[in-house]
C-alpha cells in the first residue's frame, strides 16, 4: 500500500519521480520513528475467520448430532466443515491490508509539509 497523491500545481512541478522518492523518504521516516507500516493482515483475518468457522460448526454438529443420538460425532464433523468453510470465507472475502492508522497519518504529513495533497491509500 501507498499514498495515492493529487496532481496538485506541487506534484505537476516535480514530476513523478521525484514525487516517488518523496513517498519513500516519508515511509522510512515514519519507520524510524517507530511506525509500524501494517497493521493487519490477510494472515490474521483468514485465521480468525477458520476458527470462528470451527466454533460455529462444532456448536451446530453437536446439537444436530444429538437428535441422532451422536453429538460427539457430530461436533467433530461440524468443527472440521465449519473451519473449511471459515478458511475459504477468510481467503476469499477478508479484507485487504491496510496501512498503520498512525504510518498512514505520519506519512500523509509528511507529504503535506512537501507540498501534496494525499487523497488515499492504495
Not at 514530476?15 to 507500516?37: H, P, T, V, W, Y
Not at 460425532?73 to 470465507?89: E, I, N, P, Q, Y
Request: aromatic residues 8%.
Amino acid at each position: 500500500m501507498q499514498p495515492i497523491l493529487y496532481p496538485n500545481t506541487h506534484f505537476l512541478s516535480v514530476g513523478k519521480e521525484i514525487a516517488e522518492q518523496d513517498i519513500n523518504a516519508c515511509e522510512q521516516l515514519a519507520k524510524s520513528a517507530g511506525a509500524k507500516e501494517k497493521s493487519y493482515g490477510k494472515s490474521g483475518d483468514v485465521a480468525s475467520s477458520t476458527v470462528m468457522g470451527a466454533g460455529v460448526g462444532a456448536a451446530s454438529g453437536a446439537a444436530g448430532g444429538a437428535v441422532t443420538g451422536a453429538a460427539g460425532t457430530g461436533s467433530m464433523v461440524g468443527a472440521v466443515s465449519g473451519a473449511v468453510w471459515g478458511l475459504m470465507r477468510g481467503l476469499l472475502y477478508s479484507k485487504p491490508s491496510q496501512p498503520d492508522r498512525a504510518y498512514a497519518n505520519f506519512v500523509n504529513r509528511c507529504l503535506q509539509e512537501k507540498g501534496y495533497e494525499v487523497t488515499g491509500w492504495q
